[in-house]
């Protein structure tokens, strides 16, 4: 929450140009009714608007730096959302990510880029709030969110997945503030039945992998929390009956085609070499060879079913055997899997980027499709560089996969004629004049928003935004 309305001071700035350069804990002061405040503005930079860069200059403090700051590099704004990582780094991990005996060794290391993953060292971080850390802190400015206000949008979304209305917040900072302990406890009972919730109601939705993540969440705070124990041995029980049936149904197929190939395997005809006088000679029948006595009926079914037996007890072909194809089942887990390409097309595809279970993050072809050979089941992410992330669970075998980030955002531009008047969509700043695009979740095709116009008097409008539509909106003063 901190760290959100530090980043909300700094769209403010970098709407009036301002590349702030010197973003830490010291700049960052407390009101005493707990609003946060970003101070000092002493070495910061009026950005060229047309390049949106300004020549790097080695001032600021070493330990928030980013490494185009540190190498003499150009700037830009995103040289803010980096050092806003760092800070976010600092308040949940409980140590800076770069550290060093002095400050050389220090900007050593930033410019490398090499750091312990926060999750690493504070699980309580959970995934969610690890890849919003992760992506501020990308060692390239095109590998982090492109503005802050990106960020500002991960960071409310984080704190309503936890309960936290973006709204709310500076309420929920002025009684943190008021007593840091009490809040602190009650906010982890708040978290643990909100997340429970949550969790819930996304394996209700059949998004598996997101209420595991929330789960995870819950029990990193609360590692004998009863009501989550249970949901997860449920799903357990449920995936173990899944893959015994499934075994089951490929030792019954298997079973079946052993029995065909070892009946036709009983008689063959066998047909002479040519020039050998015979052929399908007139006046010779054909050659009859017999593989092996067959076995009697009865005798024959209980060896079928003592392989069956046998494949179900887990017990493999032994070396030697000769024997090819899948391995059986084994009693702790389901049959081994054949790897098998996944066709996966992304759009839109320009800038985008993918990622296949936890593996980097890479770009996304031109064409939008690529094909991958995965052997066991993952989530396949895309990202595009505005704004939407898509995830979607995938099988091996399954032939293909479509992320879809198409969007279509509703777009608010707010206008006054009276000088010296900012304003603000939804309490995050905004510029006079320029459309501002309110993004949609993918469901709806509208949303209300709130629009504040501060200048000579206070003026606050709620208006209707539509998916693809741009609404006016006047002052009313």
Same mark, same amino acid.
């Given at each position: 929450?901190?760290?959100?309305?530090?980043?909300?001071?700094?769209?403010?700035?970098?709407?009036? $140009?301002?590349?702030?350069?010197?973003?830490?804990?010291?700049?960052?002061?407390?009101?005493?009714?707990?609003?946060?405040?970003?101070?000092?503005?002493?070495?910061?930079?009026?950005?060229?608007?047309?390049?949106?860069?300004? %020549?790097?200059?080695?001032?600021?403090?070493?330990?928030?730096?980013?490494? *185009?700051?540190?190498?003499?590099?150009?700037?830009?704004?995103?040289?803010?959302?980096?050092?806003?990582?760092?800070?976010?780094?600092?308040?949940?991990?409980?140590?800076? /990510?770069?550290?060093?005996?002095?400050?050389?060794?220090?900007?050593?290391?930033?410019?490398?880029?090499?750091?312990?993953?926060?999750?690493?060292?504070?699980? !309580?971080?959970?995934?969610?709030?690890?890849?919003?850390?992760? #992506?501020?802190?990308?060692?390239?400015?095109? $590998?982090?969110?492109?503005?802050?206000? *990106?960020?500002?949008?991960?960071?409310?979304?984080?704190?309503?997945?936890?309960?936290?209305?973006?709204?709310?917040?500076?309420?929920?900072?002025?009684?943190?503030?008021?007593?840091?302990?009490?809040?602190?406890?009650?906010?982890?009972?708040?978290?643990?039945?909100?997340?429970?919730?949550?969790?819930? *109601?996304?394996? &209700?939705?059949?998004?598996?992998?997101?209420?595991?993540?929330?789960?995870? #969440?819950?029990?990193?705070?609360?590692?004998?929390?009863?009501?989550?124990?249970?949901?997860?041995?449920?799903?357990? #029980?449920?995936?173990?009956?899944?893959? $015994?049936?499934?075994?089951?149904?490929?030792?019954?197929?298997? $079973? %079946?085609?052993?029995?065909?190939?070892?009946?036709?395997?009983?008689?063959?005809?066998?047909?002479?070499?040519?020039?050998?006088?015979?052929?399908?000679?007139? @006046?010779?029948?054909?050659?009859? =060879?017999?593989?092996?006595?067959?076995?009697?009926?009865?005798?024959?079914?209980?060896?079928?079913?003592?392989? &069956?037996?046998?494949?179900?007890?887990?017990?493999?072909?032994? /070396?030697?055997?000769?024997?090819? @194809?899948?391995?059986?089942?084994?009693?702790?887990?389901?049959?081994?899997?054949?790897?098998?390409?996944?066709?996966?097309?992304?759009? /839109?595809? =320009?800038?985008?980027?993918?990622?296949?279970? &936890?593996?980097?993050?890479?770009?996304?072809?031109?064409?939008?499709?690529?094909?991958?050979?995965?052997?066991?089941?993952?989530?396949?992410?895309?990202?595009?560089?505005?704004?939407?992330?898509?995830?979607?669970?995938?099988?091996?075998?399954? /032939?293909?996969?479509?992320?879809?980030?198409?969007?279509?955002?509703?777009?608010?531009?707010?206008?006054?004629?009276?000088? &010296?008047?900012?304003? =603000?969509?939804?309490?995050?700043?905004?510029?006079?004049?320029?459309?501002?695009?309110?993004?949609?979740?993918?469901?709806?095709?509208? !949303?209300?928003?709130?629009?504040?116009?501060?200048?000579?008097?206070?003026?606050?409008?709620?208006? =209707?935004?539509?998916?693809?539509?741009?609404?006016?909106? #006047?002052?009313?003063?």
């Amino acid at each position: 929450m901190i760290v959100l309305q530090v980043c909300r001071a700094l769209v403010h700035a970098h709407v009036v $140009g301002i590349l702030y350069c010197d973003v830490k804990p010291e700049n960052v002061m407390i009101r005493s009714d707990g609003v946060v405040k970003l101070m000092d503005f002493g070495i910061s930079h009026m950005v060229d608007l047309e390049r949106l860069t300004v %020549t790097g200059q080695l001032l600021g403090s070493p330990a928030y730096m980013a490494p *185009e700051h540190v190498e003499g590099r150009r700037l830009d704004f995103r040289t803010d959302v980096f050092a806003a990582g760092i800070v976010l780094y600092q308040l949940t991990v409980g140590k800076l /990510p770069f550290e060093g005996k002095n400050p050389h060794e220090v900007l050593k290391r930033i410019a490398e880029c090499k750091f312990v993953d926060p999750r690493q060292v504070n699980p !309580r971080i959970g995934n969610r709030l690890g890849r919003i850390i992760l #992506r501020a802190m990308a060692a390239e400015p095109a $590998g982090r969110y492109p503005s802050v206000g *990106e960020m500002v949008i991960a960071l409310e979304e984080y704190l309503e997945e936890s309960g936290i209305a973006h709204d709310k917040v500076a309420a929920e900072l002025a009684r943190y503030f008021q007593g840091p302990a009490a809040y602190e406890s009650a906010l982890e009972e708040r978290l643990i039945d909100h997340l429970a919730r949550r969790g819930q *109601e996304l394996l &209700d939705q059949d998004n598996r992998a997101g209420a595991l993540d929330v789960f995870d #969440r819950v029990l990193t705070i609360d590692p004998d929390n009863q009501k989550v124990i249970e949901i997860l041995d449920g799903i357990n #029980r449920r995936t173990r009956i899944k893959t $015994g049936a499934l075994a089951a149904a490929f030792v019954a197929v298997m $079973g %079946t085609c052993a029995f065909v190939i070892h009946r036709r395997s009983q008689v063959t005809e066998v047909q002479p070499p040519p020039g050998s006088g015979g052929g399908s000679w007139p @006046g010779h029948a054909p050659v009859t =060879q017999i593989a092996h006595e067959p076995a009697p009926p009865e005798e024959a079914d209980a060896a079928i079913a003592s392989e &069956d037996d046998a494949l179900l007890a887990g017990s493999g072909a032994h /070396p030697g055997s000769g024997a090819t @194809g899948p391995e059986p089942a084994t009693p702790d887990g389901p049959p081994a899997v054949v790897p098998a390409d996944i066709r996966v097309t992304v759009s /839109p595809a =320009q800038g985008s980027e993918i990622r296949f279970g &936890d593996g980097d993050w890479a770009s996304v072809p031109e064409t939008g499709v690529l094909v991958r050979t995965i052997d066991h089941p993952l989530t396949i992410t895309a990202r595009n560089p505005c704004c939407e992330m898509v995830g979607k669970e995938v099988r091996v075998g399954q /032939p293909e996969v479509v992320l879809d980030m198409n969007f279509k955002p509703g777009r608010i531009l707010a206008t006054c004629s009276y000088p &010296d008047t900012t304003v =603000q969509i939804d309490e995050r700043s905004a510029t006079l004049g320029k459309p501002t695009p309110i993004f949609l979740d993918g469901t709806l095709d509208s !949303r209300t928003v709130k629009v504040t116009f501060i200048g000579r008097k206070l003026d606050t409008q709620t208006v =209707q935004v539509r998916s693809g539509k741009t609404t006016e909106v #006047r002052c009313a003063f």
